[in-house]
Each structure stands twice: as C-alpha cells, then as structure tokens.
Nanobody, 121 residues
Framework: QVQLVESGGGLVQPGGSLRLSCAAS????????MGWYRQAPGKQRELVAR???????HYADSMKGRFTISRDNAKNTVYLQMNSLKQEDTAVYYC???????????????WGQGTQVTVSS
C-alpha cells in the first residue's frame, strides 16, 4: 500500500557531499515520522536522523553538524544532505516512515530498499 523509494546515493571522495531523497507513495493520510538509517558490512543498522511531521529533528552524535534532514510534506518526501563525508560513512542508507493511511487507521512502519553510499578516494 505504501512504497518508499530512495535516490541520490553514489561514489564520492572524502570531504564531498551527497543529497539523498526518499519519496513515499501509495495510500497516505499522514506520515508522522520519517528517518534515515544506515548499515555498513558487518555492522548493525543504526539511526542517522529522523524528523517528525511538526519539524522536530534528532541526529546521531556523529552526524551533528555534517548532516541535515528535512522534509517536504506536500511531496511526502524526506531529504538527507550529507556534507564533509568520511570513509566511515560508507554504508547502505535506508529510508523509514511511520505512515497512517486513513484518518481512523493505524500507523505502520515502512522501509525503502536502500541506496549505497561509498566514500573513497
């Protein structure tokens, strides 16, 4: 019923920048929270940043000052601007959203397929 599609990943040199996008489509009444997670090989999936419908944000400590999360409610889209990228940022980045499909419905969690970000010289 709801699909999340990420884009914007790729190869970038250390110190460079990338902007990830995640567009949600389908039966959507409200998206309460949208966020980005990442998972490197051999590592657990970790929260990068999240943003609520009202605009409040939360970042992992290592991302503060380098990454910025934002959303366009009219487009059901969340963005992640990544600056000053480091090799340790190399991972698959996943979009996550808590979606309410109808006014009286429940809220369900959805995930995108992931987009690869590789930081290397």
């Amino acid at each position: 019923q709801v699909q999340l599609v990420e884009s914007g990943g790729g190869l970038v040199q250390p110190g460079g920048s990338l902007r990830l996008s995640c567009a949600a489509s389908g039966s959507i009444f409200r998206i309460n929270v949208m966020g980005w997670y990442r998972q490197a090989p051999g590592k657990q999936r970790e929260l990068v940043a999240r943003i609520a419908s009202g605009g409040s944000t939360h970042y992992a400590d290592s991302m503060k000052g380098r990454f910025t999360i934002s959303r366009d409610n009219a487009k059901n889209t969340v963005y992640l601007q990544m600056n000053s990228l480091k090799q340790e940022d190399t991972a698959v980045y996943y979009c996550n959203a808590a979606v309410q499909s109808v006014p009286t419905g429940r809220v369900y969690d959805y995930w995108g397929q992931g987009t690869q970000v590789t930081v290397s010289s």
